[in-house]
């Protein structure tokens, strides 16, 4: 029996606006992500079905992950693909796997710590900071003090373990929204930093 071939256009479980409708302010946003890195990720086209939140999504999104930390952008990255891998979050993984190539210009980073991080070669401290992560991830109840005081030894102040913890706690949320609707990984990340 022949397998029906995947409709490329078809980026989401559900039926989004059509692209020629959307606002002003949500056309100027798509265009900025195309003028900067070639191509709208899906994960924003979801939220044209609710455009009032699509910009505080990205405002937050953007401060969560560029703003002041003590936190590298690349030890944020790898934070989202490790709450990704234990949430099986297929858009996430390749994504944020895809970011991660990049940042490290390591071509295998991003798919080590997918399928799993404690096989990579990764300095404690980094080890350290996804331990926490995966522990949060799968048993979130399950965390204690030990497991902060493992963070204060590898050199983690209290606002680095927060960031740390909210960083996670956004990852498993978009993990959950992007896997209910079936958010389509773009294409364009799978080549990205190989």
């Excluded at 405002?59 to 891998?85: F, H, W």
């Excluded at 990049?102 to 080890?127: F, I, K, M, T, W």
């Excluded at 048993?139 to 050199?155: F, G, M, V």
């Amino acid at each position: 029996m022949a397998r029906a071939k995947p409709d490329k256009n078809k980026v989401h479980a559900l039926k989004l606006p059509d692209q020629r409708r959307l606002d002003a302010a949500t056309k100027k946003l798509f265009a900025k992500f195309v003028e900067k890195i070639g191509f709208v990720p899906n994960v924003f086209r979801s939220y044209t079905l609710r455009p009032a939140r699509l910009e505080l999504f990205r405002s937050y999104n953007n401060e969560l992950m560029l703003g002041d930390s003590g936190l590298t952008k690349l030890e944020r990255e790898m934070i989202a693909v490790v709450v990704s891998s234990v949430n099986h979050c297929h858009y996430c993984l390749v994504a944020h796997g895809a970011a991660v190539r990049v940042l490290s210009g390591d071509a295998h980073l991003g798919d080590q710590l997918a399928a799993n991080y404690r096989a990579a070669e990764l300095p404690s401290r980094q080890r350290a900071m996804l331990d926490f992560v995966w522990k949060l991830s799968e048993t979130p109840a399950a965390i204690e003090e030990s497991d902060r005081a493992a963070l204060r030894r590898a050199k983690f102040s209290d606002e680095d373990i927060f960031d740390i913890a909210e960083v996670a706690a956004f990852y498993a949320a978009s993990n959950r929204l992007a896997s209910a609707v079936e958010a389509k990984p773009n294409p364009e990340y799978y080549d990205m930093g190989r």
